[in-house]
């Protein structure tokens, strides 16, 4: 049994679960639970649901998960601007219904552009775990995570990874964009301003480019300090 099917056989739970892989060494990561986020406008991206389409596929990149964390609340004490993440999952098979009962899964860098579980040049974090999570989706095909809203690297437009499982197969990955007007007003602020702003805008990005109108997550928010809200619909075919 592979990893995977092992969550499809779990199912969904409230417990943080760890399953090492690889000879990796197991973790307990945080199973916090706070959220904090306020609602005050709405800065639009993506959609699958109306178009009723497959979401883009891309790649996983260099840093995907190599342990699984069963949990809603991936920052693990990570300091930044709380991102409320909801992902609706939908069978483009039959007329973008909900899917429930899928695994999806998110990863993302910090605030200085650092992913857990590798080193990155100087930065070692092969012994961390922030930034991950599993969830199972509900009737209504959501997931919801709470999250750091996620900082940049050099050469990437600013994104989060998503991957979606469905009885122990992958049935798509993918990845959201966030709108600029977003990003500029973040990175202008608390532990992103040594920083400043991405360099890399999504219109230039080798991911984005070309498909940003479907990648690009709504947000609904108040500010860098009560935080945002963002959704995102996933298209799948199974």
Same mark, same amino acid.
């Given at each position: ?12 739970? !409230? ?39 497959? !979401? ?34 939908? #069978?483009? @098979? ?21 992913? !857990? ?6 930065? @070692? ?41 469905? @009885? ?14 977003? @990003? ?13 702003? #991405?360099?890399?805008? #999504? ?21 860098? #300090? ?13």
């Amino acid at each position: 049994m592979t990893r995977r099917e092992a969550l499809g056989t779990l199912g969904v739970t !409230s417990a943080v679960l760890t399953w090492a892989c690889g000879g990796d060494t197991p973790t307990s990561p945080s199973s916090a639970t706070t959220t904090a986020t306020t609602t005050t406008t709405t800065t639009s991206g993506g959609t699958t649901s109306a178009a009723c389409v497959v !979401s883009p596929t891309e790649t996983a990149g260099p840093y995907p998960s190599l342990s699984d964390f069963i949990r809603s609340d991936v920052r693990e004490g990570k300091s930044g601007t709380t991102l409320t993440l909801t992902l609706t999952i939908v #069978n483009t @098979n039959s007329s973008c219904a909900p899917l429930s009962g899928a695994q999806v899964e998110i990863w993302q860098c910090d605030a200085d552009g650092h992913y !857990s579980q590798y080193v990155q040049g100087s930065y @070692n974090g092969s012994s961390q775990t922030f930034l991950r999570g599993i969830q199972t989706t509900d009737s209504a095909g959501q997931v919801r995570f709470t999250t750091v809203y996620p900082g940049w690297y050099q050469g990437r437009a600013t994104h989060i990874h998503i991957e979606v499982t469905v @009885n122990g197969r992958s049935v798509k990955v993918t990845q959201i964009a966030f709108p600029e007007s977003v @990003n500029a007003t973040v990175y202008a602020t608390g532990v992103y301003a040594s920083r400043g702003v #991405n360099p890399t805008a #999504n219109a230039s990005d080798g991911i984005f480019s070309d498909s940003l109108s479907s990648e690009l997550a709504t947000i609904t928010g108040g500010d860098p #300090n009560g935080g945002y809200t963002a959704t995102y619909t996933v298209g799948v075919a199974v």
